[in-house]
């Protein structure tokens, strides 16, 4: 093939960096960690980051890349820190089974990896300019597919696919580029398959902006749905089973590209619909069709590029007569191999093309339609299987010799069957929970069907054909009708899902033929809300599956705490907004201190030091939260359980005092965010003293929390019972109020008020020179507790809405803006629930508000009171979290502790001294934070700055315009202007 066409598309670097120079605050990545999106400066800079990590490790061309990272935004960076270098990657998402990873990262000879850990370090690192540039021939991705023999096989592809990858993806009939810059376009494959990494590579040349759709949203038609429209989707990817789940999908969608398996009779009328062929061996897509009606027999079409030519193959190799079927193949320039695999390599290219394995006509106005697969191949909802793989870990996990998969395509979903002859036992529960720690949850067999021997062809190979197809009316219980209205709808919901009559509530989903997809279609089918992907799977049958959505929806009554603690501490918890975006802040300032909340006391030399180790162990021991720790679950989301074998535990270390001394200023240590407990505690002894040291880190608890685990410790010490730590009926609690209907009318409500508003959420950083860090600095003024009173009293405003009062107005005067907003901090122990729960607790109250120069003292207090009420009245849900990007800016909060919060006096009462705690280690910091201290001897306010934003002249400047806010609102007529300070 001649290849000079390809001259005519831009290398990929240079056409991203075109894009980074035209418009460098464009939004291009959006994911669920990041809901404001991330600009293509941004990412320019941490693929940079990821650019000067590998060429500090000196990998570059021909160098493979494991990248092992959450689905979202930072594995697609590290994929184009990855091409910068010149080097190749693979990327598995870190919910693969681990046995999996292993072989991948074995086979495809990896240099370095870039998972959770390695994140960290990158993001220490500076970002390098520039890329190195490649040949087209140079390995570029390696996509692993399902392989015959019984492992994963790599598909090598070189630097020339994704030229070829975008040229395929401009308009075949214009020539011209199919997506626009204005696209916003969703992600909803894996992003280890071709489809993903095709999408990324079409967002660096076109400019668009990506959304990586959640796997909790993907696998709910009804949240999958609203998430296309809340985000104004414009382009969607998607295989035509999942489309016919989510219906219409909405007047914003002006194009589908429909991939993965047959279009047979899909249509609707609207947008475009594009009808795509491809494969992990060729990346690009090979052929395109307009559906413009219902086809028996949708054509998949005609080649996207011209030099491209497809073959229809006979029996023999050689070319077909016109009309007739055959194997289909084509010349495939930058498939390189598979890896380590030369015997398939040379049989897939023989002859120089690539031979498909489909096989497929040619109509005679020259579209290809595809009619099935020549081999034993299964492909599962768009995913090509080997069977070998599959039956490879069954005969492991069965511990049998013999066993066959065979899949089966049905009308509305298709499904694998595992056949074996041993006389064994089957649990198929557990059995599906031990395969899936060997294999993705597609390739998990719906039926085990034992056979009395092995079905042969005469030329003595296994006859796979006649392994029998499973009758669902045979693996029917025995029909008993629905007793309440929720048995009823799921049954019905089975009926339409599974398209099948009579369902009874003993009926069971696998044994029926159903899979990911069906559990899809039954969630839509149903319709009930908070009936979630889990209860289908985890309860089979209509009967279990309507206990357990019941049990939920009673547990929305008044709750036994007691009993709810007890049963929610066996689960996984999806970490609370307030976590996750903490967490995000310790992603990308690694290696700091910043959220550790550290806590030091000094007891005399004759404590009981036995006695304290126990009260200490005996309160930690009480808090699960100290015992918890982060982990990704199956589908990448982020999750927190007990790890009851990671309990902390103190004993006492003697050392001397100069020791002491020198240990003293780095007793705080950055915290390993993954699969640890995020606390550290010691006991040290001397000859003059006891010390008592811990740190927490703040993402599991709050000032409120802290003074729990002193109260405990005291307790413990005099041997009274500790009370029950309810922190997981809290995360319950938490999880029912976001799926419920409050949470979604606060939602619209913030989104009604704040959104559409160009709001002023903090100062505009100037600089970007100083080094990083936090500054605290307090203002001129220590308020007493007798003026602050007088305050309240004249103003009818609260102490923690003055100083919100100052932080809107010193926006408003620092930037000229009239649109500002800020944050409050809500410590939120409104119940027993949260009273007794050990954690971080506490919500951001957003208030925005519109300053007119002519508004009165009086008026704005007024408005500020207002709001501030109407925000607690919606405060399930959090806009600032939402709206915040770490990686670009961040809202100002205002925190007013007070002094029970801050009182030390617990711990005294046991002969402890609190100390302050010194530390050298690097602090990073939120952009600018207003912390009020109230103590028995008065309120003492504090800016934060973080310092590496802001000059030394901008937080002069800004000290000095909250000092004289606080004078004149504390002084001012309610008539007064507030335009007379402004001016």
């Known amino acids: 093939m001649d290849l000079k066409f390809l001259e005519h598309t831009e290398y990929i670097m240079d056409a991203w960096e075109r894009s980074v120079t035209a418009n460098p605050n464009a939004l291009l990545l959006t994911d669920e960690r990041h809901p404001r999106g991330m600009s293509r400066r941004r990412i320019d800079e941490l693929s940079g980051k990821v650019y000067g990590w590998l060429r500090a490790k000196q990998i570059g061309r021909e160098d493979f890349v494991l990248i092992c990272l959450p689905r979202g935004a930072t594995a697609l960076i590290s994929i184009l820190g990855v091409w910068k270098a010149g080097a190749a990657f693979t990327l598995v998402e870190d919910n693969y089974p681990p046995e999996r990873i292993a072989y991948i990262r074995k086979d495809c000879n990896c240099k370095e990896v870039i998972d959770i850990n390695s994140w960290s370090d990158i993001l220490r690192t500076d970002a390098v300019p520039g890329y190195e540039k490649t040949d087209l021939h140079d390995a570029a991705f390696a996509i692993y597919t399902s392989g015959t023999t019984g492992n994963p096989k790599g598909v090598l592809h070189e630097y020339g696919s994704i030229k070829l990858i975008q040229t395929a993806?401009?308009?075949?009939?214009?020539?011209?580029?199919?997506?626009?810059?204005?696209?916003?376009?969703?992600?909803?494959?894996?992003?280890?398959?071709?489809?993903?990494?095709?999408?990324?590579?079409?967002?660096?040349?076109?400019?668009?902006?990506?959304?990586?759709?959640?796997?909790?949203?993907?696998?709910?038609?009804?949240?999958?749905?609203?998430?296309?429209?809340?985000?104004?989707?414009?382009?969607?990817?998607?295989?035509?089973?999942?489309?016919?789940?989510?219906?219409?999908?909405g007047p914003l969608i002006r194009q589908i590209q429909i991939s993965s398996e047959p279009a047979n009779g899909y249509y609707i009328d609207g947008p475009e619909l594009v009808n795509t062929y491809a494969m992990s061996e060729c990346g690009f897509p090979l052929t395109e069709f307009i559906i413009d009606r219902k086809y028996d027999e949708c054509p998949v079409g005609k080649p996207n590029i011209e030099q491209i030519v497809i073959h229809i193959l006979d029996d023999e190799g050689n070319d077909a007569p016109d009309g007739e079927s055959g194997e289909i193949a084509f010349e495939d320039p930058f498939f390189r191999e598979y890896i380590n695999l030369p015997e398939q390599t040379q049989k897939a290219l023989a002859g120089g093309i690539y031979h498909t394995g489909d096989i497929g006509r040619m109509l005679p106005d020259g579209n290809l339609v595809l009619m099935g697969r020549s081999n034993d191949m299964i492909k599962i909802n768009g995913n090509r299987i080997e069977p070998a793989e599959i039956e490879a870990v069954g005969k492991k996990v069965l511990g049998i010799e013999w066993c066959a998969a065979r899949g089966f395509e049905e009308q509305t979903h298709a499904f694998v069957c595992l056949y074996y002859t041993a006389d064994i036992s089957i649990d198929e529960m557990t059995v599906r929970s031990a395969m899936e720690q060997y294999l993705p949850y597609y390739m998990i067999p719906s039926y085990f069907i034992k056979v009395d021997e092995i079905p042969v062809l005469p030329n003595g190979k296994m006859n796979r054909r006649a392994l029998p197809k499973p009758e669902a009316k045979s693996e029917r219980a025995e029909f008993e009708a629905p007793h309440t209205e929720t048995e009823r709808i799921i049954c019905s919901a089975f009926e339409n899902a599974l398209s099948l009559d009579n369902i009874g509530i003993r009926d069971n989903f696998y044994h029926l033929g159903g899979d990911s997809l069906g559990s899809m279609r039954v969630l839509s089918a149903a319709n009930l809300p908070g009936l979630l992907p889990s209860d289908i799977f985890e309860g089979c049958t209509p009967e279990r599956i309507a206990a357990l959505y019941e049990s939920r929806k009673m547990e929305k009554q008044p709750v036994d705490a007691v009993r709810c603690e007890e049963e929610e501490r066996k689960k996984a918890h999806p970490l609370t907004p307030n976590q996750i975006s903490i967490f995000d802040y310790c992603i990308f300032s690694a290696r700091t201190i910043m959220w550790n909340l550290p806590r030091l006391y000094r007891f005399d030399a004759g404590i009981d030091t036995d006695r304290l180790c126990n009260?200490?162990?005996?309160?930690?021991?009480?808090?699960?939260?100290?015992?918890?720790?982060?982990?990704?679950?199956?589908?990448?989301?982020?999750?927190?359980?007990?790890?009851?074998?990671?309990?902390?535990?103190?004993?006492?270390?003697?050392?001397?005092?100069?020791?002491?001394?020198?240990?003293?200023?780095?007793?705080?240590?950055?915290?390993k965010m993954i699969g640890e407990p995020l606390v550290h505690a010691a006991i040290y002894q001397t000859e003059k003293s006891v010390y008592l040291f811990w740190e927490i880190h703040h993402i599991m608890t709050d000032g409120t929390g802290m003074q729990l685990l002193n109260e405990d410790i005291v307790r413990a010490w005099n041997g009274e019972e500790l009370p029950l730590d309810t922190y997981y009926a809290y995360l319950h609690v938490e999880e029912e109020l976001r799926e419920s209907k409050r949470y979604e009318e606060d939602r619209k409500y913030h989104e009604d008020l704040y959104g559409g508003q160009d709001w002023c959420i903090n100062l505009i950083p100037d600089t970007g020179n100083r080094p990083a860090g936090r500054t605290l600095i307090p203002l001129k003024q220590v308020i007493s507790l007798e003026d602050i009173a007088i305050f309240e009293k004249k103003s009818h405003l609260s102490r923690n809405l003055l100083f919100t009062a100052i932080a809107l107005l010193g926006i408003a005067v620092i930037e000229k803006k009239d649109h500002v907003m800020a944050d409050w901090i809500f410590h939120d122990r409104t119940d027993e629930i949260k009273k007794n729960a050990f954690g971080c607790l506490f919500r951001y109250i957003t208030i925005g508000l519109e300053l007119k120069k002519d508004m009165t003292v009086g008026e704005f207090f007024r408005a500020l009171s207002d709001r501030s009420n109407a925000m607690l009245a919606h405060s399930s849900y959090e806009w600032s979290i939402k709206q915040d990007n770490v990686f670009e800016h961040d809202t100002m909060i205002v925190c007013y502790e007070t002094s029970d919060i801050m009182s030390t006096k617990d711990i005294g009462s046991i002969g402890g001294n609190r100390l302050e705690v010194i530390s050298h280690a690097p602090i990073n910091s939120r952009s600018l934070a207003f912390q009020i201290f109230e103590t028995p001897d008065g309120i003492v306010p504090y800016l934060m700055f973080n310092q590496a934003l802001y000059s030394e002249e901008k937080?002069?400047?800004?000290?000095?315009?909250?000092?004289?806010?606080?004078?004149?609102?504390?002084?001012?007529?309610?008539?007064?202007?507030?335009?007379?300070?402004?001016?």
């Not at 902390?648 to 915290?671: A, C, G, W, Y």
């Not at 609102?969 to 007379?980: F, P, T």
């Open 955 to 983: 937080v002069r400047r800004t000290c000095d315009i909250f000092s004289g806010l606080l004078d004149f609102l504390m002084s001012s007529k309610e008539n007064q202007s507030i335009g007379d300070y402004i001016k």
């Open 169 to 249: 993806s401009n308009d075949r009939r214009t020539g011209k580029p199919r997506l626009l810059e204005s696209d916003r376009l969703s992600l909803i494959t894996p992003l280890n398959f071709n489809a993903s990494i095709r999408r990324f590579i079409n967002t660096l040349y076109d400019s668009c902006h990506l959304f990586v759709v959640p796997y909790g949203i993907i696998k709910n038609p009804v949240k999958l749905k609203q998430y296309l429209q809340d985000n104004r989707i414009s382009v969607l990817l998607a295989s035509p089973s999942l489309l016919r789940l989510t219906g219409e999908p």
């Open 615 to 671: 009260a200490v162990n005996k309160a930690f021991a009480n808090r699960t939260a100290l015992y918890t720790v982060f982990e990704f679950n199956e589908e990448c989301s982020l999750v927190q359980r007990i790890a009851p074998d990671k309990k902390p535990h103190v004993s006492v270390e003697k050392i001397t005092e100069d020791e002491f001394k020198q240990l003293s200023e780095n007793l705080m240590r950055p915290f």
